[in-house]
């Protein structure tokens, strides 16, 4: 894994040169090296990557259809702002898939995928859990449900994820740490999942899985909609 949260490849490998610009623009933006509103220039980019236009404006094109680009016909090309109602619906969209590959592979787990998916668990636990929306905290979440979602083999599921939710899932909503309390939520959270993948319990990890994206990201980008980013305590 790099130092920021990556989309999975596993379903369409990129090897073209749209793809690679595609994929490069994609990354500049979920990490917020290129800001929202920020202007996309399209002879700045040619001398920056070194290509010519054709491929830039074709990833631009593929970007604006996923979202994350906006253009305007002889006015802008710039960076899509960050719509906090789309971001709750798509982690909500994302949780039922995650929930649904957990539920399916957790009975099913070898030894080896189990002590694997149980590591990516502690990794989580041994960090600042009020800088899980944050992209350090990012990337440790989605290693461990990219893994999850892999496992399930279900290209389906993948292609959704891959295409329409995981790039704006990535886009951090969260500019500083939450309260020590709610990083201790998240952590009392994650326990009942992996006490389900020690048990192979697929129903239990799915319900676990609900539940922690509910209350750790859907809630909460619904909450920030109103100014808000605090949740009940109870």
Do not use: C
């Amino acid at each position: 894994m790099t130092d920021e949260p990556t989309p999975s490849t596993k379903a369409r490998p990129r090897t073209l040169i749209r793809d690679q610009v595609y994929a490069r623009l994609a990354q500049e933006i979920v990490t917020g090296r290129l800001a929202p509103l920020e202007e996309i220039r399209d002879q700045d980019l040619q001398a920056e990557y070194g290509v010519s236009r054709t491929p830039i404006r074709e990833a631009l094109i593929r970007l604006t259809d996923v979202g994350l680009v906006e253009m305007s016909s002889n006015r802008f090309t710039r960076v899509a702002p960050i719509d906090l109602q789309a971001q709750a619906d798509r982690a909500e969209a994302a949780g039922a898939l995650i929930a649904y590959a957990a539920a399916k592979v957790f009975p099913t787990l070898t030894d080896a995928q189990l002590e694997s998916l149980d590591a990516r668990m502690q990794a989580i636990l041994d960090s600042d859990l009020t800088r899980g929306g944050m992209p350090e905290g990012l990337r440790l979440w989605f290693a461990l449900w990219i893994e999850v979602i892999e496992l399930a083999d279900n290209a389906i599921v993948t292609e959704i994820l891959d295409r329409n939710l995981v790039l704006h899932l990535s886009r951090s909503v969260q500019d500083s740490p939450l309260p020590e309390w709610l990083g201790e939520r998240q952590r009392a959270l994650l326990e009942p999942l992996r006490v389900a993948l020690r048990a192979r319990d697929g129903a239990a990890a799915r319900d676990a899985v609900f539940e922690l994206f509910r209350i750790t990201t859907v809630e909460r980008l619904r909450a920030a909609i109103t100014g808000d980013w605090r949740l009940p305590r109870e």
